[in-house]
């Protein structure tokens, strides 16, 4: 027997990362100053997670310019979107479990 | 106006701990082997993620003899109950504000 706990992935699972990728669930691109601002981060953290979510390949990053302004646009990937709900998965596991036992 | 990720405490959340806590929610004590088996840990692992709760105030550890063998009780701490609802209180309004959103 598996606990639900052992199938979450600590790429997805970390509370900055879980915030993104709930974010841009939602959305079909955000851009990095509103993912900064809605989860209060620095550029640098930001930077860092979004680079584990890359090489994990559940996010994609676009560098574009608009006028002279870059603007990095970041999306899920379909890995990405199927991690997301992995996550949701079990974490409705572990509370439909906890809420079986009481 | 703030994230519910943001709300989540990295102590509780950590994907190890947030089993040992959901395990201890439902028990009033477990033994270091039950977790160990449950979660499917090695003693080094189990050891380290004990003392940061410990740490925390979020757990407490009860160390006897039962005959000659030495056996190690663990159970939640009034702090540890709390810090677990407050979690379990995030991941809900997480998963509230995703279906609110669809």
């Known amino acids: 027997m598996t606990h639900p706990t052992q199938k979450l992935d600590e790429v997805v699972h970390q509370k900055t990362r879980l915030g993104m990728l709930a974010i841009l669930s939602d959305v079909q691109k955000a851009d990095f100053n509103f993912l900064k601002e809605t989860l209060t981060l620095s550029d640098g953290n930001l930077s860092r997670h979004l680079q584990v979510l890359e090489e994990a ?3 994609k990053l676009d560098k574009v310019f608009e006028g002279k302004r870059p603007r ?3 999306s899920l990937t379909k890995a990405g979107r199927s991690a997301f709900q992995a996550e949701l998965i079990s974490l409705q596991a572990l509370m439909g479990g906890l809420e079986g036992s009481r």
Chains 1, 2 share one sequence.
């Open 72 to 74: 990095t646009w970041v």
């Open 57 to 59: 390949g559940l996010v």
